[in-house]
Structures are given as structure tokens and as C-alpha cells.
């Protein structure tokens, strides 16, 4: 699948213009300088189109647009947004997991502890990173490394894109319930902020496992949910192509879990959907992640974890007689 | 020593009273045809094959838990419909079915009750309520538990089966793993032992929370203990599984829970961990 060519099905509309423009601008380029008004009203005809278009998807839409092969990952939000990166590998234990990297770096006056999973762009970098569906051996590498920030006195970036933990006979072997349990628990003791950030996929304890910390923001058109719409289709519908449908019983797209009370803030992306202009959506994440670094930074380590605790100690929603 | 001669010293153990409708059962492992009677005073476990049967919450009190010695706690919490969630049937209504099968309000009773005459923090969790499933109430239910173990300073025990989170409840479900994930830190950190029993089956999102955050985890015999469940691998993979796979025995092979209790000795074991880890150093 060529990346240039790759259009989701509600973005069909916009490629008819977006061709027409290019076509006009060639023209333009060769002297048809007279064609300049028409290409600033097939633009703004352009730009209409697509907020009409993304300001009125469904969850089934916005999963769509949170598996775009283009969405930026974990690496290019590192690459963009952060200095000095030093990857460092490995659980200690077994082996290093590939489905999620993380290191040392500095953002902005900050040095900080950057963690994620890493999807590949194509079949062959997937295969190598599992699709981003992290092995136990992920999550002890997070932890390992989440232990070296609090060490070193980095707050923690963890950007969360997975389509879940890997359901295998290794994984099993291996404790992939008790690595995800693991770092939940210890996730409420590191003594350094961490901030989570939902940028595509956050599919159930595979993503809970490097998700508990003080603040919470998620990408406009990410997901995040107790289990892949597919998965939940499989089970209640029994029929995996009734994914739409659990999309929308799960209510999986970011207003709702804001609304739950889930998440801390919404962070919208561009127009078009982060795809669309990925440098453009790395920074508004990024503008985000610093505001949180330097309010956070500045709470007493006891004081912070107090209110993480008490953070996850109110969730949920239940009658009592 | 068989249980029914254990004298003062050890804990009293009583075989669960209640004997369901009709006179024999049958088991589902070697089809060997029991006297019910017999079956509860064998707490349930086949005395051909010792395959052990699902057994009730309330049946776990009474195998574990000092005769008269039970209080419940936060019974009258309850799942609601936040997200008005409907697949084939909508959530309430599986709720007031799961409710009239089970003749509970969710999927976990919880109490303070004597194992051995020591006080303990205890729960117990109802496969039969929509699978042992963990909503919002289940996560708030546990994290009292874990709470009422810290404010009277007394062990923690939880009793697990369950098929994991409740996906009628999405993401609250999900953020109950990390509810009860990190009230345990509390409880770790002032020191109060917390031991997890594992039953059949144990999996998912409860496997991979609280169930498996004990400072000792037991597990029953061949219970089904995993995160994914054997369907979902069989179908990611595409091969058959090995025998054996995400029994309890599986995992102990491989180091993932501190040993396996029949029934009959699970009482006995609770009990010498608790005062060892409860004990004051001499």
C-alpha cells in the first residue's frame, strides 16, 4: 500500500479537489497566472469540505482515522518534539521487545523519560514491531525504564498507540497478566509526574499497562477502550464484522471517555485528521505535553502521588442502594 | 491428617452446608456420578478424579471463613447503565437477570470475617454474575476490601474468578484495573499481607490487576488461569494449544503463582501464611 495513495472512504470527496488544485497549480507554475482566484476558491472550497467532513465522523470513522498507516507514531513524535534521544533496550530479564522503544531526552528545559509503543509503516518494519502489541518483556522494559527516571528525577512521556497486549502462547508463558498488573501497581509509586498521551489505538490492558499516571490527554480522533471494537463484536455479536456496532455500544472515541471523566483533556489534531498534517499535529501535542511538564514538575512528589491516587480512586460510576 | 480431625489448634474447617436440588451430580472431567451429600463434604471436589467444581461465593465463606464470624460489607452496591449499553439484550436487563440467578447485587461479596480466628479482610468473587465481571461496583467493592485491610490493619484475601473486565461498561471497566491496581500500593506499603486465591477461571482484566498483585498468590488445580483467553490466542496464532496451557499448573511451572491448594487444604494454608506474615517478629 503506497502511503500517497491511501484514502480513507469518507476522504473519497476531498481527492477529486485536492487533484484539481494540484492540476491548476502546474499551470500556475507554467505562467497561467490568471488561474489564481480559481485555486483560492477550490482551497477554501477544500477546507470547507473537510471540516463538514471530520467534524462530523462516528466512532467507526475516527477508529479509521486512529489506524491511519500515516498517523504519526511514537518515533516521529520523538523526533519532532524532543533533543538528545538516547534509546535504551531491553528488560534485563529475557529479551528486548521491539513493539515499544524508550530512552532519555530533553524537551524543551526538560529532561524527561519517553516511552511508547511503535507501530512499523510497512509489512516488514510491522512484523519486526509486532504491529505494536508489546510482548510481558514490553512492559518490563517500560518499567525498567520508568524506575531509571524516577532514579534520575525525569518526569515520564508516555505516548500510547497499541492494538493490545499480544494474546500468544510466549506472551502466556510469560505472564503477560501479571507484567500488565505489575505496572499498574507500581505506576501508582513512581515518584516522578507522568504524563499519558493517547495518540491512535489504546486497546484495553495493553494499553492500561503504560497508562496509569497524572494526567491523561488524547488525541480528537484516537480510541480508547476495555477492548478492540472487533474484539467486543467477536464476544457479544459474535461476529467480528459487527465492529461498528461495539464501536458505538463501547463508546470508544475521545468525547465520550472525556465525558466519563476518563481522561484529562482532548487534544485536536488538524483538520484532516493527524495524517493530514502530521508536523502540525506532533506540535499541538507537543505545546500540550510542555504546559503539563512545567505545572507538573513543580508539585511535591508526595503531594503528586496523593492525587494520582486519589485521581484513580474516584473512577467510576455505581449506585450504592 | 484428614480436616475432620483437626483439633483446636488448627482452623476449623466446615464443609459447605448447602446442597442444591436433586441428589447426585455428575462430573464433568471423568462423568463418575456423586451422592451430593458426599460431593459437599469433599468440598466439592470429585473424589475419583479430583476435579474440583465451580463452587458459590457464598460456598467460599463457608469453607474459609470461621463459622458465625462473616459481616458483610457493601452489599447494597450496585452495577448502573452509564454508557446505555445494549448488544443482543440491554446491560440492566442482563444485570436484573444476573441478580435474580445469583440473589446478589454484583459479582463479589465482601467482609470482614475470622480465618483461624484472625480477622481478615475478606472477598469472594460470583462466576455466575455475568461472568464474574468487573464493572465500576466490582472495582469500588475490592477497593473497600483493599481499604478496610488498611483502616483496621488486618490481612487482605480475595478469592478470584472471573472472566475479566465488563465490557458493558467500557473504559469505567477498564480504569477499574487501575483503581484497584493502585489502592494495593496503599496496602503494600503499610506492610498488611494480601494473599490472592486464583479459582476457575481467573483471566483478563481481573487476572491482570488485582489477582495477580497478591504478596502471595494459590491457585485451586486446574483452574483456567490467563490475560487472553485460549479462543482468542487459538485464533491469533492459528495452531492447536499445548496441553495443559493456562492451567494451574502452567503457571506454576512458570513461576506465576506461590503454589496450588486442593480445597480441602486451602483453609489450613490461608491460615499458616497469614500468621506468618502477620506475626510480629520475636
Known amino acids: 500500500m503506497s502511503s500517497q495513495t491511501y484514502h480513507l472512504g469518507f476522504e473519497r470527496p476531498l481527492i ?9 497549480e502546474a499551470k500556475v507554475a507554467s505562467g497561467e497566472t490568471e488561474l489564481l482566484p480559481a485555486i483560492k476558491a477550490l482551497k477554501e472550497e477544500l477546507e470547507k469540505k473537510r471540516s463538514e467532513i471530520f467534524g462530523n465522523l462516528s466512532r467507526w470513522d475516527r477508529v479509521q482515522v486512529a489506524r491511519h498507516p500515516r498517523r504519526p507514531y511514537t518515533l516521529d513524535y520523538i523526533e519532532r518534539l524532543m533533543e538528545d534521544f538516547i534509546e535504551l533496550h531491553g528488560d534485563r530479564g529475557f529479551r528486548d521487545d521491539p513493539a515499544i522503544v524508550g530512552g532519555f531526552a530533553r524537551m524543551g528545559k526538560h529532561k524527561v523519560m519517553v516511552v511508547g509503543p511503535q507501530k512499523g509503516r510497512d509489512t516488514k518494519q510491522n512484523i519486526m514491531r509486532n ?13 525498567r525504564l520508568f524506575r531509571l527516571a524516577e532514579k534520575f528525577h525525569c518526569p515520564i512521556l508516555i505516548f500510547i498507540d497499541t492494538p493490545g497486549a499480544y494474546p500468544g502462547i ?6 503477560q497478566a501479571e507484567a500488565i498488573a505489575r505496572n499498574i501497581f507500581e505506576m501508582g509509586r513512581i515518584r516522578v509526574p507522568i ?25 480528537e480522533n484516537a480510541w480508547y477502550s476495555v477492548i478492540s471494537p472487533e474484539g467486543c463484536a467477536a464476544i457479544l455479536w459474535r461476529d467480528r464484522a459487527q465492529a461498528e456496532k461495539a464501536s458505538e455500544a463501547l463508546k470508544i472515541s475521545a468525547p465520550d471517555i472525556l465525558e466519563l471523566g476518563m481522561i484529562d483533556r482532548i487534544v485536536p489534531e488538524p483538520a484532516g485528521g493527524a495524517h493530514s498534517d502530521p508536523v502540525a499535529a506532533e506540535d499541538m501535542l507537543g505545546r500540550e505535553i510542555i504546559k503539563e511538564l512545567d505545572r507538573l514538575t513543580l508539585i511535591d512528589p508526595d503531594k503528586l502521588l496523593k492525587m494520582r491516587l486519589k485521581k484513580y480512586r474516584s473512577m467510576g460510576v455505581f449506585t450504592e442502594g | 491428617m484428614p480436616w475432620f480431625r483437626k483439633k483446636l489448634k488448627g482452623p476449623v474447617i466446615q464443609p459447605p452446608r448447602e446442597v442444591p436440588d436433586g441428589l447426585w451430580a455428575k462430573c464433568d472431567k471423568c462423568g463418575e456420578i456423586i451422592y451430593k451429600r458426599e460431593l459437599a463434604r469433599a ?44 448488544d443482543s439484550k440491554p446491560y440492566p436487563v442482563r444485570l436484573k437477570a444476573a441478580r435474580e440467578k445469583t440473589k446478589l447485587n454484583e459479582a463479589i461479596i465482601c467482609g470482614i470475617g475470622n480465618i483461624d480466628s484472625i480477622s481478615v479482610s475478606f472477598a469472594a468473587m460470583e462466576f455466575g454474575f455475568i461472568g464474574g465481571s468487573m464493572g465500576s461496583a466490582l472495582g469500588e467493592k475490592v477497593t473497600r476490601a483493599v481499604e478496610r485491610a488498611l483502616e483496621r490493619r488486618i490481612p487482605l484475601v480475595i478469592v478470584s474468578a472471573s472472566g475479566g473486565a465488563r465490557m458493558q461498561e467500557s473504559i469505567l471497566s477498564l ?13 503494600h506499603e503499610a506492610g498488611l499481607p494480601y494473599i490472592s486465591v486464583l479459582t476457575h477461571p481467573t483471566t483478563a482484566g481481573v487476572m491482570a490487576s488485582y489477582a495477580s498483585l497478591g504478596d502471595v498468590i494459590i491457585a485451586e488445580p486446574g483452574a483456567l488461569l490467563g490475560f487472553a483467553g485460549p479462543r482468542v490466542i487459538q485464533q491469533t496464532i492459528g495452531q492447536e494449544l499445548p496441553e495443559g496451557f493456562q492451567s494451574s499448573e502452567f503457571f506454576l511451572d512458570h513461576g506465576f503463582v506461590d503454589l496450588i491448594s486442593p480445597r480441602n487444604e486451602l483453609k489450613n494454608n490461608l491460615s499458616k501464611l497469614i500468621r506468618f506474615m502477620f506475626e510480629s517478629p520475636k
Open chain 1, 195 to 219: 504524563i499519558i498521551s493517547i495518540i491512535g489505538e489504546g486497546a484495553s490492558g495493553g494499553a492500561l499497562g503504560i497508562g496509569v499516571g497524572d494526567v491523561i490527554l488524547m488525541l
Open chain 2, 175 to 187: 480504569m477499574q484495573m487501575a483503581k484497584t491496581g493502585t489502592a494495593l500500593t496503599r496496602l
Open chain 2, 43 to 86: 468440598f466439592w471436589v470429585c473424589p475419583k478424579c479430583g476435579s474440583h467444581f465451580r463452587i458459590h461465593s457464598g460456598q467460599y465463606i463457608e469453607i474459609l471463613i470461621d463459622e458465625g464470624t462473616f459481616e458483610e460489607f457493601d452489599a447494597e452496591i450496585g452495577s448502573v447503565d452509564p454508557l446505555s449499553f445494549v
Open chain 1, 131 to 143: 504491529f505494536g502489541m508489546m510482548h510481558p518483556e514490553g512492559y518490563r522494559k517500560a518499567l
Open chain 1, 16 to 24: 477529486g479537489l485536492e487533484q484539481e488544485i494540484k492540476d491548476l
Open chain 1, 170 to 175: 510466549q506472551a502466556e508463558e510469560r505472564g
